[in-house]
C-alpha cells in the first residue's frame, strides 16, 4: 500500500491551544414515526441533535451514547417497541484480521491510500451515484441521486476538528471513499462509497482495514461502525471485525453499557 495522510495535522480551532469550547448551538427534537429501513415489520423513530460547533470531547461522549452524524445532524434510534439498533465498537489492540481480510490486503497492494479532510469533487459525486445506482439493483435500496448542495450539507458540512476521509485510489482513479470521524478515543466510520465494476477487491472491507490501522498507529482504542442489527443482511459484514462490542443499553446522562458481542447475542 502507498499512501500519504495531508490531514493528519491539528485541530483548525483555536481551542486547540487552550480550553476545549463548547457548541454554538444545540436543538434536539424526534422524528415521525415511519417504517423502519432495516426491518420492515418494525416501525422506527429516530431523536436528532442538531449541534453547531460540536467539540470532539462532546462528540465522543455521544458516540458511547449510540449517537452518529450527517453533516451537522446527530441522531439515535428512539423506537417505542424495538431495540435491534445497536451501536458496535471494534477492540483496535486486539483485532485480528482473518484469513480473507489478509487475503483482502494482499491482492490491494497495488492501491494507494489518501487521507485528507473531507472534499467534495465531480470524481466523488460520479463514483457516489455510481454505487447507489448498482445497489439498487442488486439490493433493493433507493436509489438517491444527489447533487453538490446535499452532498455538501451530507459529507462535508459539520467536520470540525474530527471530519476525515480516506480516499483509495487505482492508477490515480478514486475507486472508494470512506468518511469518518477522529474523537480522543476512537474512530468512527461515517460512511463509505466505492467503485462498483471493482467490487471483487472487496474494497469496503479494505477502507475499514485502513480506519482500524490508522487507529493502532494513533494509539485509539475503538473503531465505531455504526449500528448492528442482527436481522438485517446489510448488517451482517460488520460482526466479522473482531473482537467487538454491542451497545446494550443507552443512558443519556450515565455511563453506558457495552458488552461483547458474541456474549450479547449468545444470551439473547
Known amino acids: 500500500m502507498k499512501g500519504g495522510d495531508s490531514g493528519a ?36 423513530r429516530m431523536r436528532y441533535r442538531y449541534i453547531e460547533g460540536c467539540p ?27 431495540q435491534e439498533c445497536r451501536s458496535l465498537r471494534v477492540a483496535v489492540a ?15 497492494r497495488d492501491l494507494e491510500v489518501r487521507i485528507s479532510r473531507p472534499a467534495m469533487s465531480s470524481e466523488h459525486l460520479t463514483l457516489y451515484r455510481r454505487y447507489h445506482r448498482d445497489m439498487a439493483q442488486r439490493r433493493g435500496w433507493e436509489d438517491r441521486g444527489i447533487d453538490p448542495l446535499d452532498y455538501y450539507r451530507t459529507f462535508i458540512e459539520g467536520y470540525e476538528d474530527f471530519g476525515y476521509e480516506l480516499q483509495v485510489r487505482l492508477q490515480r482513479r478514486l475507486v472508494a471513499v470512506a468518511l469518518f470521524d477522529q474523537v480522543p478515543d476512537g474512530l468512527s466510520a461515517v460512511y463509505c ?51 467487538h462490542e454491542l451497545l446494550d443499553e443507552r443512558r443519556d446522562g450515565g455511563i453506558p453499557r457495552w458488552r461483547p458481542g458474541q456474549q450479547l447475542l449468545r444470551d439473547e
Not at 66 to 81: I, N
Request: proline residues 6%; glycine residues 8%; hydrophobic residues 35%.
Open 94 to 108: 486486539d483485532f485480528h484480521p482473518s484469513r480473507s481480510m489478509r487475503r483482502n490486503l494482499r491482492e490491494n
Open 56 to 82: 470532539p470531547s462532546l462528540y465522543q461522549e455521544m458516540l458511547e451514547q449510540g449517537w452518529r452524524r450527517f453533516g451537522r445532524m446527530f441522531f439515535r434510534p428512539a423506537c417505542a417497541l424495538c
Open 193 to 243: 462509497f466505492y467503485d462498483p465494476r471493482r467490487r471483487e477487491r472487496g474494497l469496503g472491507v479494505y477502507a475499514i482495514l485502513q480506519q482500524i490501522e490508522r487507529a493502532r498507529r494513533l494509539n485509539l482504542a475503538w473503531v465505531y461502525l455504526g449500528y448492528f442489527v442482527a436481522g438485517n443482511r446489510s448488517m451482517a459484514y460488520k460482526a466479522r471485525y473482531r473482537p
Open 9 to 44: 495535522g491539528g485541530p483548525r480551532s483555536e481551542a486547540a491551544e487552550g480550553e476545549e469550547q463548547g457548541p454554538r448551538a444545540l436543538r434536539e427534537f424526534q422524528g415521525d414515526e415511519e417504517t423502519c429501513v432495516y426491518l420492515p415489520e418494525q416501525r422506527a
